[in-house]
């Protein structure tokens, strides 16, 4: 059994990928921002290799997966393309941390400081520096794991101290809501958070990534800062 839907699917996707680029395009502008500075991550659980081909072909160039047996047995079908990067967007289990790590340019939704030590230990066996985000549980919701933003000062001054990994900036999943409005104080918290950190000198490297907002919210993200949206049913249609 494979792990994504083999049925070819009738969503169009070149007009999808046309409409959330006219969606992050007004909404960056309404905020005063470069739309370029925003990247687009299609969020690309349960979606056929076929229908990733189709994204390829018409533009789009960041793949996030949640789970890593999917991811693999997609990859080898879309193979090495120009330009083409894969994030890995899931929770991480610790047995699977070394088959993800140097796998996936950037894991979002890294939520210790035990995990990104795994990933520090994984990455020297490969002799290469991981690029992370450090997830952040903004409303502090039992359900899902990430750091509080009142720990985030102390683990982002260990993390940084690991030479193999390399903190490119924040993550988070707010508490669903009906209203996409209703997700913009807890994307607000987060750039807040970051701002205070940044302040504070405690992001190393240039770029503070704010990953950040998925269909039905990520133009409420983008006025709040996002620099990456994460979208699935807004581009491939609704998951089966
Ligand atoms: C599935 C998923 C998304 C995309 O959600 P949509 O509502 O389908 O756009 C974004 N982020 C994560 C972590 C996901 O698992």
């Known amino acids: 059994m494979s792990s994504f839907d083999e049925s070819s699917v009738s969503v169009d996707i070149a007009s999808n990928v046309q409409s ?20 687009f991550v299609a969020a690309t659980k349960t979606v056929a290799p076929s229908v990733l081909v189709e994204a390829y072909r018409v533009g ?14 997609k990859m080898p079908n879309i193979g090495l393309r120009q330009g083409l990067a894969w994030h890995f967007i899931g929770r991480m289990q610790s047995r699977k941390l070394k088959d993800i790590v140097g796998k996936f340019s950037l ?56 030479p193999h990994v390399a903190i490119r900036g924040l993550m988070t999943i707010p508490p669903f809501s009906d209203n996409p409005g209703g997700t ?38 983008i006025e709040e800062g996002a620099t990456m949206v994460r979208i699935g049913t807004a581009l491939f249609g609704k998951r089966g």
Do not use: W
């Open 184 to 221: 913009r104080p807890y994307f607000s918290e987060l750039r807040q958070l970051r701002d205070s950190l940044a302040q504070q000198r405690l992001i190393h490297g240039g770029v503070e990534e704010l990953s950040m907002g998925m269909s039905h919210d990520y133009q409420v993200a």
């Open 60 to 73: 789009v160039r960041i793949f996030g997966e949640n789970r890593l047996q999917e991811a693999q047995e």
């Open 107 to 162: 894991l979002h939704s890294v939520e210790s400081v035990e995990q990104a030590h795994r990933i520090d230990t994984a990455a020297e066996k490969l002799g290469i520096q991981q690029d992370i985000l450090l997830e952040v549980n903004v409303a502090g919701e039992g359900t899902k794991g990430g750091f509080s933003c009142k720990e985030m000062k102390e683990a982002i001054d260990q993390v940084d101290r690991l």
């Open 20 to 39: 959330i680029r006219l969606g992050i395009r007004q909404a960056a502008l309404r905020a005063g921002r470069d739309p370029s500075s925003i990247q």
